[in-house]
C-alpha cells in the first residue's frame, strides 16, 4: 500500500462549489503539506502543518482552508472553488530530525478541474 | 529570501546522450538543504537525493551524479547514458531553516529522451 495517498485522485467540478480533497499517511511522520502545481510554475505551498494543533499558511492560501483530524490525515478545502483554481494539488509528508525537517515524500497527486 | 532557478525548461535528447540539468539557488542561510524531484508522465513525485549544505561532496548512484558547488551556488543534475524511460520533469528544491524549514521549488526542466 501507497504510504501517502490522496483522494479522489482526479475531480471536475463547477464554479462556487465547495470540495474537499484528502490526505492520509501511514508513514508516521508529524508534518504534513498541500501544494498546487501550474504547468510552467513548479509546485507552490498552500498549507502546512508541523503537528496536529499547528497550521500555517503557504505562499498561496487565499481562498483555501485546511483541517488536520490527526496526525495521519490533512484535508484541503476549496470554499467556493473557481476556474483558476485548476490544477494539480500535491500533498507531502515530513518527519522532523532532531533539528531539522526531514525529506518531503508526496502523495499521487489530485487533479482538480473548476469549470 | 529562498529562491531556486532552473533555467533550462526543456531539454531534449537522444538515447544514449549524458545529459545535465542545471539548478541555480539563492539562500542567506548557512544551513540549509537540496533536493531533486522528479515527475514521470505519470504524475507523480519521486525523490531522487537531499544534499546538506555542509556536505559539498559529489554524489554517485548508477547512471545518476550530483555536483553541488557553494561557490557558485549550483547543484546540478547529470544523467549518464540517458534512456526513454528518464523521460520526466525533474524539480530543484530548496529548504533552509531561515525560510522555516519550506521546500521552495525550482519550476522544473523537462528532459525528452528520443529513441
Known amino acids: 500500500d501507497a504510504d501517502v495517498t490522496q483522494t479522489p485522485r482526479n475531480r471536475i467540478t463547477k464554479t462556487g462549489k465547495r470540495i474537499m480533497l484528502e490526505c492520509s499517511q501511514t508513514?508516521?511522520?508529524?508534518?504534513m503539506y498541500w501544494y498546487r502545481q501550474d504547468p510552467g510554475l513548479g509546485l507552490r505551498l498552500i498549507y502546512y502543518s508541523f503537528d496536529v494543533k499547528d497550521i500555517n499558511k503557504g505562499e498561496i492560501s487565499d481562498g483555501y482552508s485546511v483541517s488536520r483530524q490527526a496526525q495521519a490525515k490533512f484535508s484541503l478545502s476549496l470554499e467556493s472553488a473557481i476556474p483558476n483554481q485548476t490544477a494539480l494539488y500535491f500533498c507531502?509528508?515530513?518527519?522532523?530530525?532532531?533539528?531539522?525537517?526531514?525529506?518531503?515524500?508526496f502523495g499521487p497527486g489530485t487533479r482538480l478541474t473548476v469549470l | 529570501a529562498q529562491k531556486v532557478t532552473q533555467a533550462q525548461t526543456e531539454i531534449s535528447v537522444v538515447e544514449k546522450e549524458d545529459v545535465t540539468l542545471d539548478c541555480v539557488y539563492e539562500?542567506?542561510?548557512?544551513?540549509?538543504?537540496l533536493f531533486w524531484y522528479k515527475q514521470p508522465p505519470s504524475g507523480e513525485l519521486v525523490f531522487l537525493i537531499r544534499?546538506?549544505?555542509?556536505?559539498?561532496q559529489n554524489e554517485i548512484s548508477g547512471r545518476y551524479s550530483w555536483n553541488f558547488q557553494k561557490s557558485t551556488s549550483s547543484f546540478n543534475f547529470t544523467i549518464t547514458a540517458s534512456q526513454v524511460v528518464d523521460s520526466a520533469v525533474y524539480f530543484c528544491a530548496l529548504s533552509s531553516q531561515g525560510g522555516s524549514e519550506k521546500l521552495v521549488f525550482g519550476k522544473g526542466t523537462k528532459l525528452t529522451v528520443n529513441p
Open positions: 508513514k508516521g511522520h508529524d508534518r
Open positions: 507531502a509528508t515530513s518527519d522532523r530530525l532532531a533539528a531539522y525537517t526531514d525529506t518531503q515524500y
Open positions: 544534499r546538506n549544505s555542509f556536505d559539498e
Open positions: 539562500t542567506r542561510d548557512t544551513t540549509y538543504y
